[in-house]
């Protein structure tokens, strides 16, 4: 199916648990940096969610995947816009119980669509959210790219070959995490693992202390693309989801 953001074809894929009710509550799933909606572990955090009663919903984010969009010229603000827009077409379908859930980049995209959705947002689930994005582009130092922060370049070294446009860099400087998460109000679970080798466990420390109703759930021998604890993933994310779903 398609979503469209402002011209941009958003390629999504909506799936229901099997239990024969007509409605359910939604899960937004938005995944990371080079990824796409169907990685195995998006579509095993999706399958624990609908164990769990919820519809999901994985959409592929601006340049990436079967979306629109080019991936040199994506930005935090395309992937932000792109969300609500999800946000929205889901509203528009009927669904009033929303929850956001997102990987990397994509977790720290849906954590500043919550902190500006805080009213319709149900719930979050973050798996290794680069939350020290802006700060890094702030200090100079980006996927392992160091730049002078107050003369940026004109693009910028990505991962697998990968470039990215300057205004990646300018968007981030922009962004300050700790807005969104201040704002946001409702149940928040937040996975990384410790041997996460990408994002530091430390900044998902600091911001799981920092939101008002988070539980950090640290997995032990865990990479940042959740490859070896796929179980434990699993399970964490269903129980934190049958507890959000029982409080609708």
């Not at 999504?12 to 080079?34: Q, S, Y």
């Not at 008002?212 to 994310?237: K, N, P, S, W």
Request: aromatic residues 8%; negative net charge; contains cysteine.
């Amino acid at each position: 199916m398609i979503i469209h953001d402002d011209g941009i074809a958003l390629d999504a894929v909506l799936e229901t648990p099997e239990t024969g009710e007509d409605r359910f509550p939604l899960a937004i799933l938005l995944h990371g940096l080079t990824s796409a909606k169907d990685r195995p572990h998006t579509i095993l955090a999706a399958k624990s969610m609908r164990d769990a009663g919820f519809a999901t919903l994985r959409f592929d984010l601006y340049g990436h995947g079967e979306s629109g969009g080019e991936f040199r010229s994506h930005t935090l603000y395309k992937w932000v816009s792109n969300t609500l827009a999800v946000i929205d077409w889901a509203r528009a379908e009927g669904y009033t119980d929303l929850v956001l859930s997102g990987h990397s980049q994509g977790g720290l995209a849906a954590a500043l669509a919550a902190g500006m959705e805080a009213d319709r947002i149900r719930g979050l689930v973050l798996r290794a959210p680069a939350f020290m994005l802006p700060r890094w582009a702030r200090e100079g130092s980006v996927l392992g790219y160091a730049f002078d922060p107050d003369r940026l370049p004109d693009s910028i070294p990505a991962i697998n070959g990968l470039t990215l446009d300057g205004n990646y860099l300018r968007v981030l400087q922009t962004i300050y995490t700790e807005d969104a998460v201040d704002r946001y109000r409702g149940p928040v679970l937040i996975l990384h693992g410790d041997e996460d080798d990408t994002l530091p466990l430390g900044d998902s420390r600091e911001m799981a202390a920092r939101y008002a109703d988070c539980e950090l759930a640290v997995m032990h021998g865990e990479t940042h693309h959740f490859d070896r604890c796929q179980e434990e993933m699993q399970d964490l994310i269903r129980d934190f989801m049958m507890k959000l779903k029982a409080n609708f």
